[in-house]
Each structure stands twice: as C-alpha cells, then as structure tokens.
C-alpha cells in the first residue's frame, strides 16, 4: 500500500542526522535574517518597515492594507506582537526556514538547494510566509501516509493560506496521498471548520479581500506565470498533468511545476513548493534570480525556467511510458 511504504520513507527521512551542508544552510538564513535587522537600524529603517512581515503585525491591529490572505492568518501574527519587533521578524524567519527544511525532509527534497535559493533569501529580506505554507502541505502529506486525516487537516489549514497555491497541491495531495475517499472528507473538515469560525468573527472579510484585490492589486512585477505573454492557452499545459500516467511524487511535481506557469498569477518565490520535492538541481535554476541586481525584476521572471524544466521532465518521462509495454503503463501509477 502507498501510504505504509510512503509513510516509512518519510519518517525515516525525519529522523536522519542533517547533513553539513544542510544545517549550513539553515544557519546561514538565521544569521542573514539577524544581518536584515541590523542593515534596517543602520539604515535608519524600522525592521518591520515596508516588508511583508510588518503589513502582517498590521493586521492585528486591524489594518489589512496590502493584505490578500485569508483572515484566519491573523491568529498566526498576534503572539508576535507580544515581543519587540526586531525580535519577532528573526524568530518568525526561523519559523520559515524550519519550515521549508521539514518540508524537504518529507517529501524528500534537496534542503540545502531550497534554503539557499534566491527565492528563500527573497522571502526573508521582506518576512514571507512561504515556508510555513509548504510546511503544511508536507504536514497534510504526512498525516494521510499515517492516517490520520483529521489532524492532516490542520496542515491544510496553513497550506491555503495561499490559496493559488495550496488548493491545487492540496488536491493533488488528497487524491494520491490516500485511497480512502472517507479520509479525504475528513481531511478537509478542519479547514471548513477553521473558513466558517473566520467568517463568524471577521464578518465579510472574503469580500473585503477582493475588493482590495481588486482595488490595489498584487505586484505584478515578481510573477512567473507564463499567462502573462501567452494568455489563457497556458491552461492547455493542464491537460497531460492530469491524463498522463505517471507515478504519485512525478504527479505532485508537475502539478507544483504547473501551477507556477500555467495560472493567471505566480509570484516567484511559490516555487519553493516546487524545490520542496525531489526535483535534485533543478532548484538551482532558480537562483536566476540573482541577477536581479544586474537586470532588474526581469531577471526574477527568468525563474520560470525552473517549473517549465521539471515540467518538461517530468511530461517527457510519462509520455515516454505510452510507447512502453501496457503493463509498464499499468503499474507506472503505483510506483515512484
């Protein structure tokens, strides 16, 4: 069965010693985000001064400017008010980067790539959230490999705060992450439970979301999606995704690799839920980024190359199996 060989791999993926180069790596973006903090005081900025992880601690305070994730977020940014800010954008970075290096253990990614991506190093600079929304998308995983789909709804909970990217892993996760259609179901009634209270105590905030979408949109300038040169055609790259034969891990990764192309919207630093899977160095690719300082925020839309080669390997080796044998196409779903 999936879920007991699967479930195996992961935990014995968790209990592992770190590598050098990956407890590097986790060092190296707690001592960088220590380095932001003290670039901003001599800068004479405030450490939570035109980031993301100040327009978060806004919303406590009933400021929701430049906010589009969902209100039951805000449970996750009140602690944070409690302790002075400088220290709180450092732990909630260490928050991330554990995040992202749990989520590389299960589902078996290179950590060390993934962390020093440019991609990470962005979500740092300006407080992100991304790893916490890829550490609950390997919570959700894991949970389904060990059946226990209820408390896997709680990583589902984290996972949609981005909702453009978690609603499709989260699909995706659902339906090869287990055969049980019961443990889907119960899988999602944290998170409808956890919608519902949100409505009932921030009443009308999903419209009030749109309308700031609508009113004041995310920048457009980080975005990866090839919609925004090729229009709704991209939608088509959908289509082997869902109808080739493939393997459940090649199957999650063509999904990640997709979503980060084939939408409307795609900021650049969502494909760390791409680099997160074991997608080996093409996670360097995305360190294209880097000449930003060279060539501007073109050269962050340069990082599309990375979700457009896993998609292009992952496709390629699927369509390869329809001219294999039937029964190679017959098993190719159950294996890896």
């Known amino acids: 069965m999936l879920g007991i060989t699967e479930k195996s791999i992961i935990e014995g993926r968790l209990k592992a010693r770190p590598k050098p180069l990956e407890l590097g790596a986790v060092l190296f973006g707690i001592l960088l ?9 001599t800068q004479g900025f405030h450490p939570t001064d035109g980031i993301d992880f100040g327009i978060f601690l806004n919303t406590v305070g009933g400021n929701y400017q430049d906010f589009y994730y969902p209100n039951w977020s805000i449970v996750l940014f009140i602690p944070l008010t409690w302790i002075p800010p400088a220290l709180a954008y450092i732990l909630w970075n260490i928050v991330n980067i554990l995040g992202l290096w749990f989520a590389s253990r299960v589902f078996g990614g290179k950590a060390a790539i993934a962390l ?11 407080g992100q959230i991304v790893g916490i929304i890829v550490a609950g998308m390997a919570f959700y995983w894991w949970m389904l490999q060990r059946e226990r789909p209820l408390l896997a709804g709680w ?4 996972a949609l705060i981005k909702p453009q990217i978690g609603i499709p892993m989260l699909l995706a996760m659902g339906m090869l992450g287990t055969k049980q259609w019961r443990d889907r179901f119960v899988s999602a009634i944290v998170p409808f439970t956890i919608l519902g209270l949100s409505l009932l105590i921030w009443q009308g905030w999903i419209q009030e979301l749109l309308t700031r979408i609508d009113s004041n949109p995310p920048q457009t300038a980080g975005s990866i999606a090839l919609w925004q040169w090729l229009g709704p055609s991209v939608l088509l790259l ?4 869902i109808f080739l034969p493939m393997p459940p891990m090649r199957r999650l990764i063509a999904v990640s690799a997709t979503m980060a192309i084939a939408t409307p919207y795609f900021i650049h630093n969502g494909i760390l839920a791409l680099f997160m899977l074991p997608v080996g160095i093409i996670g360097l690719l995305g360190n294209v980024g880097y000449l930003m300082v060279s060539f501007g925020w073109i050269a962050v839309k340069w990082a599309a190359i990375a979700p457009i080669v896993a998609y292009i390997w992952v496709i390629g080796q699927a369509g390869y199996t329809i001219f294999t044998s039937p029964k190679t ?4 779903e159950s294996g890896q």
């Open 33 to 41: 985000s220590i380095g932001f903090v003290y670039l901003r005081f």
């Open 329 to 332: 196409i017959s098993n190719v």
């Open 238 to 241: 959908w289509l082997p995704v």
């Open 155 to 158: 990583g589902a909970v984290l």
């Open 116 to 126: 020093l991506s440019y991609q990470m190093l962005f979500s740092l600079w300006f």
